[in-house]
Each structure stands twice: as C-alpha cells, then as structure tokens.
C-alpha cells in the first residue's frame, strides 16, 4: 500500500503531495496496472502544489509510516526524498509540463 503524505506549501493555500510507492506497487506497475489516486482519497488538501512520487523499501514504508503517525512528517519526508539531486542530464527541469507532439 502506497504511504501519502501532504504538507503545507510553498505556496500560501497550497499542499504539498508525496506519494511513497513500496515494492508491491512497482510490481503492479511493471504489469502495467497503474497506481491510480482519486482526489476524494484527499480529503481537505484543497489545492495542490508540488507532487513528488518515491520508492521506498518494505521497511522504509515502516518507518516513514511510524514517524508520520508520531507528528513527525518533516522526518518522513526526508527519508523518503533523501537522495533528490537536480539532475537536467536525466530530464529534470524547470519549465513546467513539456507537450510530446
């Protein structure tokens, strides 16, 4: 089961999502059966800012969900995002959503 995490943003009355995939999502995924999140799962996020998507391990998804449920969500979220890197050369960018055609 994915873990989901929101924060306050970076923008006034925005949220930040985090979605943390564990094994059993990304064998589904590599089936081709996509993670599907439906904003009704959401409840009181309002409007949405930054949305990240990470892997983390079985026992990663423990713990992260353990710190969440102890209040301590920045702990969470920095060990799900630990090894962000702006890498350009891989596709990160700065320009919004690119058109394919």
């Given amino acids: ?12 009355g925005y949220r930040d999502l985090l979605i943390v995939l564990g094994p059993e ?10 993670f599907q999140l ?6 009181g996020v ?9 892997y983390a391990s079985d026992a ?3 713990q992260m969900s353990q710190l969440a449920r102890q209040g301590k969500l920045e702990e969470a979220v920095k060990l799900a995002t630990a090894g962000w890197k702006y890498r350009p050369e891989r596709g990160d960018h700065d320009l919004g959503p690119q058109k394919l055609a």
């Fill in 1 to 12: 089961m994915p873990l989901i995490l929101t924060k306050p943003g970076e923008e006034p």
């Fill in 25 to 34: 999502n990304i064998e589904r995924i590599k089936e081709k059966d996509p």
């Fill in 38 to 43: 439906d904003h009704t799962d959401l409840p």
């Fill in 46 to 54: 309002g409007r949405l800012g930054v949305i990240q998507i990470s």
């Fill in 60 to 62: 990663e998804m423990t």
